[in-house]
């Protein structure tokens, strides 16, 4: 099993380097003269030339991607021009603050979608499967950014429930209730898709077991039928259910972006936002870099778990 | 090996499989190092008559249908060349890809997964017709009366899809596709084994009709042994991807050489036999991956001696009382 | 999801009158109101130009945040005084055609790529899945927005990146298919049929994986406008003055807290039809998914339904049989059709006894023995009369609890394939242990050790060290080795094997018979041996029962069958198959094939193949007539019979 997690984080290295070439390469490929943009458009000829020397932008492709490679390597990312500080200290922090929210998503997304697919696979027909079904799709066919909006009018704006944005209270804050206050309905929000999507796909996979011969012979061992479903059915269902998982996490970072701008969430995604209106390439750069990293790991980490549940796949 | 090379002398020769070896893997690694490689069938050689059904048996892995694949040519020998009527069959397919599915065709283990669902019947027949032979729109619809005809099928079914079939249906399709062209050879690989009993009788019939109708050489594929004996001339037992013992059907099942073929013959059931020959649990194939050097059979044998174990015995190391009888084993059941 | 029995059931309807795809759609409820809305807000979107509706950019200060039902108004007014239903129909107009494209898009070059790297497998396939797990290896969203990044906000810009970031997911779904249908034999006989490559990609493979695409853009298209709105959403699609749902919900949402009607309209228009289209996608899936559609996903409960006439329940037969079957049938109904499988069985196995049952498949062998613990899968399966009675004890009036006792318990089972019936994700070990652990309070140590018993037992070398091992790990033989010693964990009076030998090698075959033979002379265990093979049969039965078409049709002593058969049907099943040794045998062939079982002929089921039959075996009931001690056959016109017996 260690060597075979060795041999996976190997694996994820040329993943790893292949997305900092898809990063570099779209930045590359922006039309128009960073520096101008930069210096804006009454830069003399001489200053953009200048910049362009400072930023290493007269020499090829290639050299130019080992030199930000280099870079990189010792945690320099660029200074964002807009915020004026290192885009690495920057990201950084934003990438906590999303870590948090889609964490917490993530866990609500896993916990739910799983038991509600059980649920309705098991009760395959009746009215619950019917409700959850229901739901479910309803569920997946609401934008997220509208729900938002939405809790916000009826719970922080009608019911004063909850608060409407942020992720502290700007007195007297910064303590962990005040956190999950904060956290509520953002990350309720941001599950929403993601459990649909659990709990549809855990329901066929449920469906599927449950017909396959090893459950006869469960049964026909004489096993009481709950552990024929959540020992024998379920271990099995999880093989194909994890690394959907795995691909929920990457909707669930992506799906930030639009909550974290309603709920003005101090995360990645309002950051990335903002950095693409004002043009800010660098901090787009080190924004994306980073949480493209931070899911392949959470996708090694599926994998992994898949691994461990399933021996077939060692 | 010089087996093959005594009968390519025969002028009735069809088919000269020499020396051929196909490996599975083993492919050139990222990181340095190869995957691991598998021999599915290794130094096999062997002949085929005009005329004859040469029937290959053996237990599931032990080859047979990659050996069928690189007959037919769906597959390429990784060492070793197949001649088909004097020309390599290397050559035949680099100068035209179709003049070997000509000459050669090949049915198909399972008739339902050999039919395109979604095509009709008549489509899927038209195809070989359309594409191997140059006859006109007129002569390929008498062709198709005359192949539904030949298999025993109502002209009707020929607007229909694959799912409406029975299995013994499906394979008199699959059948008539082999034949559409007008092949010499006929690579049958478990043709029945997927049929029903009462169904597998029509269907060997059928293709015993054939052969004679038209003339054709099989080779039979099955794990079937009184399926080969009752319709083979000349049989050849493999055993983890190396013939074992080759021999007219007669010869090999009536006095076996090979402990093999006697294992074999001695645990097939039959009606009216009540004790079967059993071994061990212990007596399993050996690993593909790390194949003994000596003879594979060894360590299930109990003539085994210590020379069985270093070497490997040639394909002809024991020839029979009877020509063209020859098994792979330093202590045949009989000896010349 | 809900509605796959409503189109499983269409699709029983018959061979000869299928009903169309779209019929069957319209079977199905909510796929059905899906499409109708969608239909209406297609409707309304392209009839925009012609509808009396007021100019959606025109501004009027003077009108600012009217609320809902306003006179000249019906939605509305937004904070520059825009008409909000003008606005709302000629946002849905390009957020419709914008999801659209991106799908069509990415339907293209996906499926495109998806085609060539499954079918063209080796590098190709490489080199273009790692560009593809490149690409994925990106949140999805974050794709999109770095490409926006690069290209500019527009809704232009948009469309393109939501394409481009779903075109590796239409890649992947579709080099799957190829990939598994590219193995299948047609594509080789298509090969061998002489069609090039391109033919076969495009005349064999792109037909059966046609219905994956179209599943996977009917899935697709609702996520696509939701993606496509979020962007604008966000500022980075659509452009002032032009408008889409996205960019009008963003607009609203500045003044949420004063005027929320003006962010809820599109909203809410965007949750409906995003909603009618996932209705309308599931719909299609569950026609097009073959394993959807053939019902096949239901789930089977734990125990067989019990259908039978309490008035008409069969007595016992005698006291001396440990197992005592009698009038068993067994259905299936299927949409509107009732398959009768088992059609009034009689069994009965005494001590210590093999008794076999021969038949070609689909003659109800396997349900026969199924049924009688409730092992038959309902739905669709259900036991529609007769009783099962071991060691005199009614097993279909026993309760369910009382089952679980005696399964695995009194009455194990061994069935055919020993590789799905291990459960592939637990050890050997640990599924012996709970086999024994369901019926026996064991300690843990003392389970273990019974656990090696038993595969030692087995005749397993190194059973300690086996018990660690998955099934995976093991030779076919030895899985079934296995499941035999699961079978035994608990003494069981009864073994009942499914063709137990069927998937294994000869070889193989012999040592699992002869292992079973052994077993049960020295535990003296009563089995139930089903088989098509009479050489097996005489390998290890008693004596026999013949089934055809859901009947049994002869039994008798092993011997005594074989050697004079009376029932034409065994006479022909035995004569039809080649025999070792006697190869100038000529095979008797049955012609025809067995009677499809929910449209049994009067009379005599064997009557259309039988060279015996005459007009008097098309009529009436013919009853297994006793002839002898042990036999019964089901035949008016016996052969073989000496007029002695
Ligand atoms: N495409 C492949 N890749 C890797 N190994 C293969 C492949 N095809 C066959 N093999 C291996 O080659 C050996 C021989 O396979 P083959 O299918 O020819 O045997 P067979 O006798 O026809 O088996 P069966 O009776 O089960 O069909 C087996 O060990 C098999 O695992
Ligand atoms: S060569 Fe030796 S080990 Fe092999 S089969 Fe012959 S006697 Fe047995
Ligand atoms: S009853 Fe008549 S038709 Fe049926 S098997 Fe006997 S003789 Fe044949
Ligand atoms: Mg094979």
């Not at chain 2, 099955?222 to 059907?249: K, T």
């Not at chain 2, 050097?293 to 394909?315: E, I, M, S, V």
């Not at chain 3, 029995?5 to 109101?33: E, M, V």
């Not at chain 3, 290890?540 to 004079?564: F, N, Q």
Request: with cysteine; proline share 6%.
């Amino acid at each position: 099993m260690g060597a075979y997690i060795a041999k996976r984080l190997l694996a994820a290295i040329p993943v790893l380097f292949g997305l900092t070439i898809i990063v570099f390469l779209i930045m590359a490929m922006i039309p128009g003269d960073p520096a101008t943009a930069i210096l804006g458009s009454y830069a003399t000829p001489e200053n953009v030339a200048k910049l362009n020397r400072d930023l290493g932008l007269d020499k090829s492709l290639p050299e130019q991607y080992v030199i930000w490679l280099g870079n990189l390597f010792q945690g320099d990312l660029g200074r964002s021009y807009s915020l004026n500080r290192p885009v690495l200290d920057e990201v950084l922090e934003r990438f906590s603050a999303t870590l948090i929210l889609a964490g917490t998503a993530l866990v609500l997304c896993s916990v739910f979608g799983l038991l509600a697919g059980i649920v309705s696979a098991v009760r395959q027909y009746g009215w619950a499967d019917k409700i959850i079904t229901l739901l479910v799709l309803m569920g997946i066919s609401t934008p997220s950014f509208f729900l938002g909006l939405l809790l916000i009018l009826v719970f922080a704006v009608k019911l004063r429930l909850f608060p409407a944005s942020g992720m502290y209270a700007i007195y007297g804050g910064g303590d962990l209730p005040d956190l999950i206050h904060h956290l509520t309905l953002p990350a309720l929000t941001l599950s929403v898709v993601a459990t649909g999507v659990v709990a549809r796909l855990t329901r066929t996979a449920m469906l599927e077991v449950l017909r396959q011969d090893y459950i006869r012979t469960a049964r026909a061992k004489g096993l009481p039928e709950r552990e024929v479903i959540y020992k024998h059915a379920f271990k099995s269902a999880l093989v194909s259910v994890v690394p959907v998982i795995g691909i929920q996490a990457g909707f669930v970072i992506g799906g930030a972006v639009y909550i974290e701008t309603v709920f003005q969430w101090p995360g990645i995604g309002s950051m990335l936002v903002k950095a693409i209106a004002t043009r800010d390439l660098l901090l787009v750069q080190g924004g994306v870099l980073v949480v493209a990293a931070a899911y392949v790991l959470f996708n090694l980490l599926a994998d992994v778990v898949q691994t461990l549940i399933d021996p077939r796949l060692r | 090996m010089n087996d093959g090379r005594e009968k390519t002398s025969g002028e009735d020769t069809l088919l000269t499989i020499s020396d051929v070896e196909r490996i599975f893997g083993g492919e050139r690694r990222l990181f340095g190092g190869r995957a691991p490689a598998v021999h599915a069938v290794q130094s096999l050689s062997l002949s085929v008559r005009k005329g004859e059904t040469l029937g290959v048996v053996g237990e599931s892995g032990c080859g047979k249908s990659t050996l069928a694949r690189l007959v037919v040519g769906l597959d390429d020998p990784t060492s070793g060349e197949i001649v088909f009527d004097g020309e390599n069959l290397t050559d035949l397919a680099r100068k035209d890809g179709n003049s070997l599915a000509r000459k050669v065709q090949y049915v198909f283990q399972d008739p339902v997964a050999s039919l395109n669902p979604r095509k009709t019947i008549r489509t899927i027949l038209e195809a070989p017709l359309k594409h191997l032979t140059d006859l006109d729109k007129d002569g390929r619809e008498k062709r198709l009366t005359e192949l539904l005809q030949a298999v025993n099928l109502a002209p009707e079914f020929l607007e229909r899809y694959p799912h409406e079939f029975s299995g013994g249906q499906a394979q008199r399709i699959g059948i008539a596709r082999a034949l559409a062209a007008g092949p010499e050879l006929i690579v049958l690989d478990e043709p029945v084994s997927a049929l029903d009993v009462s169904v597998q009788a029509q269907v060997l019939n059928l293709l015993d009709g054939l052969k004679k109708t038209f003339g054709l050489t099989y080779i039979f594929i099955s794990h079937d042994l009184s399926v080969v004996e009752s319709v083979c001339d000349r049989v050849a037992v493999m055993y983890f991807g190396r013939i074992a013992e080759l021999g007219p059907a007669r010869n090999v099942f009536g006095t076996p050489m090979h402990p093999y073929t006697d294992l074999l013959m001695r645990s097939a059931p039959a009606p009216g036999r009540h004790v079967l020959m059993a071994e061990d649990a212990s007596a399993e194939l050996p690993d593909p991956y790390n194949p003994p050097a000596g003879c594979a059979f060894a360590a299930r044998c109990n003539r085994k001696t210590g020379a069985c174990l270093d070497n490997l015995p040639a394909p002809d190391q024991a020839p029979g009382p009877d020509s063209g009888h020859i098994a792979a084993c330093y202590h045949p059941l009989i000896e010349a | 999801m809900t509605n796959t029995a409503i189109s499983g059931k269409g699709r029983q309807a018959g061979k000869s009158a299928r009903p169309g795809t779209f019929s069957l759609l319209l079977n199905n409820t909510l796929a059905t109101a899906g499409l109708i809305i969608l239909i209406a807000v297609c409707l309304l979107a392209l009839a925009a130009p012609v509808l009396p509706l007021l100019n959606p950019d025109v501004t009027a200060p003077a009108n600012r945040l009217l609320p809902v039902f306003s006179t000249g108004h019906l939605l509305g007014t937004d904070h520059l005084g825009r008409d909000l239903l003008s606005r709302l129909i000629w946002g849905t107009r390009v957020s419709l055609a914008v999801g659209v494209s991106a799908t069509i898009i990415a339907a293209v070059f996906g499926s495109m790529l998806g085609l060539v790297a499954g079918y063209a497998g080796g590098r190709t396939d490489t080199v273009i899945m790692r560009g593809i797990d490149m690409v994925m290896a990106f949140p999805y969203i974050l794709l999109a927005l770095a490409i926006v990044a690069v290209l500019g906000p527009g809704l232009l810009n948009a469309l393109y990146a939501i394409a481009l970031v779903n075109i590796p997911f239409f890649a992947r779904n579709i080099r799957g298919i190829t990939l598994g249908l590219s193995r299948r034999e047609f594509v080789d006989a298509a090969r061998l049929s002489g069609k090039s490559p391109a033919q076969i990609l495009f005349v064999e493979i792109l037909p059966n994986v046609l219905p994956v695409i179209v599943i996977t853009m009917s899935t697709t298209v609702g996520w696509m406008i939701l993606e496509t709105a979020g962007l604008s959403f966000l500022g980075l699609g659509a452009q002032p003055p032009q408008a889409d749902l996205g960019s009008m919900l963003g607009e609203g949402r500045k003044i949420l807290f004063t005027a929320p009607h003006v962010s809820i309209v599109p909203g809410v228009m965007i949750f409906v039809l995003v909603m009618a289209i996932n209705l309308l996608g599931d719909g299609v899936r569950d026609i097009l998914d073959p394993r959807l559609r053939a019902g096949s996903l239901t789930r089977p409960v734990a125990r067989t339904v019990v259908l039978r006439n309490p008035a008409d329940v069969p007595a016992p037969s005698g006291d001396e049989n440990i197992l005592d079957v009698r009038r068993l049938r067994t259905e299936f109904q299927i949409g509107g059709t009732v398959y009768h499988a088992v059609g009034g069985v009689d069994l009965a196995l005494r001590q210590g006894e093999c008794l076999g049952i021969v038949g070609e498949s689909g003659s109800g062998k396997s349900l026969t023995a199924m049924s009688i613990m409730g092992l038959v899968p309902t739905p669709p399966g259900r036991i529609a009369g007769g009783a099962a009675y071991l060691e005199g004890e009614d097993l279909f009036a026993a309760s369910d609890r009382r089952i679980r006792d005696l399964r695995g318990g009194s009455v194990a089972y061994v069935f055919q394939d020993p590789l799905s019936t291990l459960h592939p994700l637990f050890t050997v070990g640990n599924q012996l242990e709970e086999a024994i652990r369901t019926h026996q309070p064991l300690s843990r140590a003392r389970t273990r050790e019974k656990a090696i018993e038993l595969l030692s037992l087995v005749r397993i070398p190194n059973p300690k060290e086996r018990l660690t091992t998955y099934p995976h790990e093991l030779s076919g033989g030895m899985r079934q080795r296995v499941c035999i010693a699961m079978a035994l964990a608990n003494d069981a009076r009864v073994l009942i094997a499914d063709e137990p030998t069927t998937a294994l090698d000869v070889t193989v075959q012999s040592q699992i018979l002869t292992l079973m033979n052994g077993l049960r002379r020295e535990r003296n265990a009563a089995i139930l041996f089903i088989t098509h093979d009479f050489g097996v049969v005489s390998a290890i039965c008693d004596r026999i029962a013949v089934m055809y078409a859901g009947r049994i049709v002869e039994t008798g002593k092993t011997d005594d069958i074989l050697a004079s058969p009376q029932h034409p049907y065994t006479a022909k099943l035995i004569e039809c198959v080649p025999v070792l040794g006697e190869p100038e045998r000529r095979l008797d062939a049955i012609d025809g094939r067995p009677p499809v079982v929910n449209n049994l002929p009067e009379g005599c089921a064997f009557a259309d193949r039988c060279p015996q039959a005459q007009s008097l075996c098309r009529t009436g009931e013919i009853e297994l007539v006793a002839a002898g001690a042990d036999r019964g056959v089901r035949c008016l016109f016996p052969m073989n019979r000496e007029p002695s017996a």
